[in-house]
């Protein structure tokens, strides 16, 4: 099938009204990875165009959850009000596959569209790495670190990211005033128009502070309502692990961000801290010959390119030794 596939002919098929011929083509034309996003990129546009009703995927397969739930519930009541039968029973495994399959088939279409509608930027351990983002916004990525953006439409229908790691950003203000939204794993949402701040979001904790310009930040927990908090710069907003949200100024916001020039500052920092992030940065796991050791508190500003640099400054500051096999670092007198 060499049929050649050009927009105005997709853009019939997106409409209904495409040919059992044309719609063949399509389907071999789709085989080709490149050909896939070019098929978002037409079909983004046409949706521009042609306002239609979205589907809610999430929702979708939960309702889809939810009444295969509710129908096994049925099932157990009969089977207590009734003798098993075998029958029945024959019924509800084939109900139950087909259920199945089709539940894989939705997760599986549902996959494959987020990869198409998404990109993701990652960094390794250790690796840092500056982004221009397609309005012109700043990101800088902290090591261990993922920003997912969508993949088109940036900077016109939405400027939404979603970050796990650490990542400073710079964002441009647009004529239109389109705010910019940062979305974290545990429940922190940053709403901006246009500043510079950093965010981290660490199995240890998610922390926002605030360099320069003014956000709206909204926090949700299962347990209380939305909070809302307007930052000026210089404060800062952690919550921990547990859902516990603190609040704090600095008169040193810049201090947030000096890991994009491989600059280390700590003030009192423990040890325990210090351990977090080695492993956050260096996939390195650190054991404390002593745990009084872990109470131990480092001050001081200092530059290490890579893991090998930080361990031999902190071991000097704290006057303590260490010893490294593989991914593994003990600390000791």
Request: charged fraction near 25%.
């Given at each position: 099938?060499?049929?050649?596939?050009?927009?105005?002919?997709?853009?019939?098929?997106?409409?209904?009204?495409?040919?059992?011929?044309q719609?063949?083509?399509?389907?071999?034309?789709?085989?080709?990875?490149?050909?896939?996003?070019?098929?978002?990129v037409?079909?983004?546009?046409w949706?521009?165009?042609?306002?239609?009703?979205a589907?809610?995927?999430?929702?979708?397969?939960s309702?889809?959850?939810?009444?295969?739930?509710a129908?096994?519930?049925?099932?157990?009541?009969?089977?207590?009000a009734?003798?098993?039968?075998?029958?029945?029973?024959?019924?509800?495994?084939?109900w139950?596959?087909?259920?199945?399959?089709?539940?894989?088939?939705t997760a599986?279409l549902?996959?494959?569209?987020?990869?198409?509608?998404?990109?993701?930027?990652?960094?390794?351990?250790?690796?840092?790495?500056?982004?221009?983002?397609?309005?012109g916004?700043?990101?800088?990525?902290?090591?261990h670190?993922?920003?997912?953006?969508?993949?088109?439409?940036?900077?016109?229908?939405?400027?939404?990211?979603?970050?796990?790691?650490?990542?400073?950003?710079?964002?441009k203000?647009?004529?239109?005033?389109?705010?910019?939204?940062?979305?974290?794993?545990?429940?922190v949402?940053?709403i901006?128009?246009?500043?510079?701040?950093?965010?981290?979001?660490?199995?240890?904790?998610?922390?926002v502070?605030?360099?320069?310009?003014?956000?709206?930040l909204?926090?949700?927990?299962?347990?209380?309502?939305?909070?809302?908090?307007?930052?000026?710069?210089?404060?800062?907003?952690?919550?921990d692990?547990?859902?516990?949200?603190?609040?704090s100024?600095?008169?040193?916001?810049?201090?947030?961000?000096?890991?994009?020039?491989?600059?280390?500052?700590?003030?009192?920092?423990?040890?325990h801290e210090i351990?977090?992030l080695?492993?956050?940065?260096?996939?390195?796991q650190?054991?404390?010959?002593?745990?009084?050791?872990g109470?131990?508190?480092?001050?001081?500003s200092?530059?290490?390119?890579?893991?090998?640099?930080?361990?031999?400054?902190v071991?000097?500051?704290?006057?303590?030794?260490?010893?490294?096999?593989d991914?593994?670092?003990t600390?000791?007198?």
């Amino acid at each position: 099938m060499n049929q050649l596939i050009t927009k105005d002919m997709l853009f019939e098929h997106f409409a209904g009204r495409s040919t059992a011929l044309q719609r063949t083509s399509i389907a071999d034309w789709l085989k080709q990875p490149a050909n896939q996003i070019q098929y978002m990129v037409w079909l983004d546009e046409w949706e521009r165009h042609n306002l239609q009703y979205a589907a809610d995927d999430d929702k979708g397969l939960s309702t889809l959850m939810n009444r295969i739930d509710a129908w096994e519930q049925q099932q157990r009541a009969g089977t207590l009000a009734e003798e098993p039968q075998v029958r029945p029973l024959r019924v509800r495994w084939r109900w139950l596959a087909a259920a199945s399959a089709v539940l894989c088939l939705t997760a599986g279409l549902y996959a494959g569209r987020q990869s198409l509608l998404y990109r993701t930027e990652e960094t390794a351990f250790g690796e840092t790495r500056q982004l221009t983002l397609p309005d012109g916004s700043q990101v800088t990525l902290n090591a261990h670190s993922a920003l997912r953006l969508p993949r088109f439409g940036f900077g016109d229908k939405t400027r939404t990211v979603w970050l796990t790691g650490e990542a400073a950003f710079s964002i441009k203000h647009t004529p239109t005033h389109q705010r910019f939204t940062v979305h974290t794993n545990r429940g922190v949402e940053v709403i901006v128009l246009g500043t510079e701040f950093d965010v981290s979001d660490r199995p240890g904790g998610t922390k926002v502070v605030l360099s320069k310009g003014a956000i709206q930040l909204n926090y949700s927990s299962p347990s209380a309502p939305v909070r809302q908090l307007r930052l000026k710069p210089g404060d800062a907003v952690s919550v921990d692990p547990v859902g516990q949200l603190t609040e704090s100024h600095t008169t040193q916001p810049a201090i947030s961000t000096a890991w994009r020039d491989h600059r280390f500052v700590f003030n009192s920092t423990p040890v325990h801290e210090i351990a977090n992030l080695l492993r956050d940065t260096y996939n390195l796991q650190v054991v404390l010959k002593d745990q009084a050791l872990g109470e131990r508190r480092v001050t001081g500003s200092f530059q290490a390119d890579d893991a090998d640099e930080f361990l031999q400054v902190v071991a000097e500051l704290l006057e303590i030794n260490y010893r490294q096999k593989d991914n593994t670092v003990t600390f000791f007198e």
